[in-house]
């Protein structure tokens, strides 16, 4: 069992950056994969980034590709998001997400293990 808890949303400018973080409950195992995910009002969820915790293999939806970047700490026990360059659609609830595996990592329905989200709100 993944217990895992996001922290860093907020409300900011066009323009600017944040980082979210996931903590997880326990070091994640290196055959993990750790995601992040999206859902705006009225929308489904949206894949952003994943990363696996052996390979460091990354992936990023085409909506953030150049500005967003997953990357962990050597503990490999936080799981970060670096948001650059946010514009108003990237207005949502952030979600982390683990799972085994590699394949097919930008489908929700295929990670096991969610966060409570945080809200991310970038106003114009």
């Known amino acids: 069992q993944v217990q895992l808890v996001e922290s860093g949303g907020g409300l900011v400018q066009v323009g600017a950056s944040l980082r979210l973080s996931c903590a997880a409950s326990?070091?994640?195992?290196?055959?993990?994969?750790m995601g992040w995910f999206r859902q705006a009002p009225g929308g489904e969820r949206e894949f952003v980034a994943a990363?696996?915790?052996?390979?460091?293999?990354?992936n990023y939806g085409d909506s953030v590709k150049g500005r967003f970047t997953v990357f962990t700490d050597n503990a490999k026990s936080t799981v970060y998001l670096q948001m650059n360059s946010l514009k108003p659609e990237d207005t949502a609830v952030y979600y982390c997400?683990?799972?085994?595996?590699?394949?097919?990592?930008?489908?929700?329905?295929?990670?096991?293990?969610w966060g409570q989200g945080t809200q991310v709100t970038v106003s114009s």
């Open positions: 326990a070091r994640t195992a290196s055959y993990y994969t």
């Open positions: 997400a683990a799972r085994t595996g590699w394949a097919a990592t930008i489908y929700a329905h295929t990670f096991n293990y």
């Open positions: 990363m696996h915790m052996s390979t460091g293999n990354t």
